[in-house]
């Protein structure tokens, strides 16, 4: 506001502290309702993206454990360390989703 000077700068700083006030009556007003919708929408965006993450996580298994069954012994440790490290995180994906599922 430094290049505000007078009553503009004046309505500007009231602006700026009634807005917040009459935003937050406004919302009061509103309801019940619409948080309950807001809340219902969010709780299936959630769920949602547990199943990606579970889609991820399963694919990430299943790629991991295939590798590790074709690279038996020593034969290209480089990619059965990587199917080593794709079965285990995708193990905690799906840990982290039946979790979260289950609470």
């Known amino acids: 506001m430094a290049g505000l000077s007078g009553r503009?700068?004046?309505?500007?700083l009231l602006a700026l502290v009634?807005?917040?006030c009459l935003a937050g009556d406004?919302?009061?007003?509103?309801?019940?309702?619409?948080a309950q919708a807001l809340?219902?929408?969010?709780v299936d965006a959630q769920r949602a993206h547990l199943w990606r993450v579970a889609g991820w996580g399963?694919?990430?298994?299943l790629t991991g454990l295939g590798l590790l069954a074709g690279?038996?012994?020593?034969?290209?440790?480089?990619?059965?360390?990587?199917?080593?490290q794709a079965a285990a995180?995708?193990?905690i994906n799906l840990g982290i989703v039946g979790w979260a599922f289950a609470s």
């Open 39 to 42: 809340g219902a929408e969010l």
């Open 71 to 84: 690279t038996g012994g020593g034969a290209h440790p480089g990619w059965r360390g990587f199917g080593v």
């Open 18 to 20: 009634i807005t917040p």
């Open 26 to 34: 406004l919302g009061a007003q509103a309801g019940d309702a619409s």
């Open 89 to 91: 995180w995708g193990a």
């Open 8 to 12: 503009a700068g004046g309505t500007l």
């Open 58 to 61: 399963g694919a990430s298994l």
